[in-house]
């Protein structure tokens, strides 16, 4: 009993006066963490994708502000990409309060991109400057295990022209034999 005075205090003190806290998620319920990488994978194709991200605040302590450019990709933070983003500025959230942010991704040529995005907001909880790198790759799509048959289309002697071919020289031999 001495010393629950003492923790109590120590309690109140450790709770931010006024903190405001931003969550990222995408898809809905999988956070993103601050400097994180949302990994898209390998898309067979080229293709916009559009991309939403959920923001919110999670602290009751006061308002989450964000403003202005959402994305910035000066240098080699975009690589082989064109991007769009859609949300409405600003935005400000009230404790469990959401906003959509989406993000229009379009890989130029085939192979690997990347985009880092950030936002910059109010949050007091070190995360003040949120980034995201995007990052995924595409190409053309992979031939199925059916077209590497060799009797499949394109493939001009495939194993049962082979066959037939081996099974004519087996009957003229044997005919030529049979004449002798």
């Known amino acids: 009993m001495r010393y629950a005075c003492l923790i109590a205090l ?3 003190l450790s709770v931010p006066v006024c903190a405001q806290a931003i ?3 995408r898809p809905v319920g999988t956070s993103l963490t601050n400097g ?4 898209l994978g390998s898309k067979t194709g ?3 994708m559009t991309l939403t991200y959920v923001v919110g605040n999670t602290d009751a302590g006061g308002n989450l502000n964000a403003s202005g450019t959402w994305v910035t990709a000066p240098g080699s933070e975009a690589s082989n990409v064109s991007w ?3 949300f409405t500025d600003p935005i400000s959230l009230a404790m469990g309060a959401t906003s959509n942010v989406e993000v229009d991704v379009n890989p130029i040529d085939d192979g690997s991109f990347a985009l880092n995005v950030y936002l910059a907001t109010n949050d007091t909880a070190g995360n003040s400057n949120f980034q995201i790198r995007i ?3 595409t190409g053309k799509k ?4 059916d077209d ?8 001009p002697f495939g194993l049962l022209g082979l066959l037939g071919v081996l099974c004519g020289l087996a009957l003229v031999v044997r005919l030529r034999g049979s004449r002798a």
């Open 135 to 137: 990052r995924g790759s």
């Open 23 to 25: 969550s990222v998620e």
């Open 84 to 86: 769009a983003i859609r």
């Open 46 to 48: 080229k293709g916009l």
């Open 142 to 145: 992979k031939k199925e295990e």
């Open 36 to 39: 994180g990488t949302d990994n």
């Open 148 to 155: 590497k048959c060799s009797t499949g289309n394109g493939t």
């Open 10 to 12: 120590m309690a109140l």
